[in-house]
């Protein structure tokens, strides 16, 4: 029950918050929202332009996941990256980091220009490379990129579908969301 209150207001909230109400959004949403996202095996852990051994089973209840495939991945889209290290820190001061993991998945055309990028942003958390695209083989997503993010709770159903950078609203839900979740409300 409360997954449905909370998919509810998510939808209501993010068709509000974007000012963009258009009939194929809204069913967009509704149909991503309370699907469950499958996070393929193959995925490489990064930090920085290392390899890393992490857990793939990501068995914090909430995951806050964004995706960016080989038609995103270039310098202008890695820009947001910038954007997502201010929402870290924020998040840093609402969660504890048993609560929710942060999941970057990138499936680049180049892994030497995401490389790149992830040092000279200096973004020093874990990233998922997709070098197959199994991540979006394996979970019907749709071709707009504001569609791409999600909070995912603990079964990994999609609480709250839709980017949050460059719409402030959207990021104050995901926040609210979040910050409750975290406190059991």
């Keep these: 029950m409360g997954r449905i209150l909370i ?24 149909d991503l929202t309370g699907s469950t996202i499958v996070f ?48 870290m820190r924020q998040l840093d001061s609402i969660v504890t980091p048993d609560s929710l993991r942060l999941v970057f998945i990138f ?5 030497a220009v995401l490389e790149q990028q992830l040092t000279l942003y200096d973004f020093d958390r874990p990233v998922w490379v997709d070098r197959n ?24 159903r999609i609480l709250l579908v839709g980017s949050p950078v460059g719409r402030p609203g959207m990021w104050k839900l995901y926040k609210e969301t979040v910050a409750g979740s975290a406190s059991g409300k």
């Design 40 to 87: 393929p095996e193959e995925l490489q852990a990064r930090v920085l332009d290392r390899d890393t051994v992490l857990d793939g089973n990501f068995a914090e209840p909430y995951k806050l996941v964004v995706y960016m495939n080989s038609t995103q991945c270039d310098g202008c889209r890695l820009k947001d990256l910038l954007v997502w290290k201010h929402y």
């Design 133 to 156: 695209g199994d991540f979006e083989r394996k979970n019907p997503l749709p071709a707009d990129p504001a569609f791409h993010t999600f909070l995912l709770g603990r079964d990994d």
């Design 107 to 111: 499936h680049p055309k180049d892994t």
């Design 7 to 30: 998919a509810g207001i998510a939808l209501s909230a993010f068709v509000f918050l974007t000012g963009c109400g258009s009939r194929e959004m809204r069913r967009t949403i509704a």
